[in-house]
């Protein structure tokens, strides 16, 4: 099987969630001579972008897109270290957590997954997130993008805190994206935020487009 059509077959299993399909065929295009890059945007990537669309479009939901992510964990494992290797760029860094007081994490972790779909780095730091340990984690990993998730309306308030100490520490080159159950566009304006996300995929865009990749 030629290299396009293994992609091409990659992509469709990774969309119907087969983590072995989506392994083999992995191995298949590495034995092909691919290159990591190419499997992780050809195949990887294009069947994330799928399963994206679908789910913004409401046509899954997301039960399918945690199975299409652990499928794409599955080609990851394989061709990460390759990435590493041969020093492949990502579209860019994006820490994202759950703030201080929240315990909820299935939104956020479904942002996370579908972020490293679509070729970013991402560092998941957890729920109960302080001020001082995101202010620590923007220090260490020098992000381009913060996700801040919050389901409760006790919580969300905390947002606003955290935009005000990025600025304090001088961090406001940081771009900040909010999303959550209670968040709107015009709290994500009243907080000074960079944008607001209602779903996943949202997030996916509006990082995207505040990268410019």
């Not at 709290?187 to 865009?205: E, Q, R, T």
Request: net charge negative.
């Amino acid at each position: 099987m030629e290299t396009e059509k293994i992609l091409k077959e990659l992509a469709v299993k990774l969309e119907a969630g087969d983590a072995e399909a989506v392994a083999n065929l992995t191995n298949q295009a590495l034995g092909e001579n691919a290159s990591a890059e190419t499997i992780l945007n050809d195949g990887l990537v294009a069947g994330m972008n799928v399963v994206g669309g679908k789910f913004k479009n409401n046509e899954i939901f997301i039960p399918e897109v945690l199975i299409a992510a652990r499928a794409m964990k599955a080609g990851m494992k394989i061709i990460r270290p390759l990435l590493v290797e041969a020093k492949v760029k990502s579209r860019g860094k994006v820490i994202i957590g759950t703030v201080k007081g929240d315990l909820h994490d299935i939104g956020k972790n479904i942002v996370s997954m579908m972020l490293e779909g679509a070729g970013f780095e991402v560092v998941n730091m957890g729920t109960d997130m302080s001020i001082e340990d995101i202010v620590a984690q923007v220090r260490k990993d020098k992000p381009d993008v913060i996700g801040l998730s919050a389901l409760l309306t006790t919580t969300m308030v905390y947002m606003g805190d955290v935009v005000n100490a990025l600025k304090e520490n001088k961090m406001d080159d940081v771009k900040v994206i909010i999303g959550g159950a209670p968040i709107t566009q015009a709290y994500a304006d009243d907080i000074g935020a960079d944008g607001y996300a209602p779903d996943a995929a949202s997030a996916v865009d509006m990082v995207k487009g505040l990268l410019g990749s």
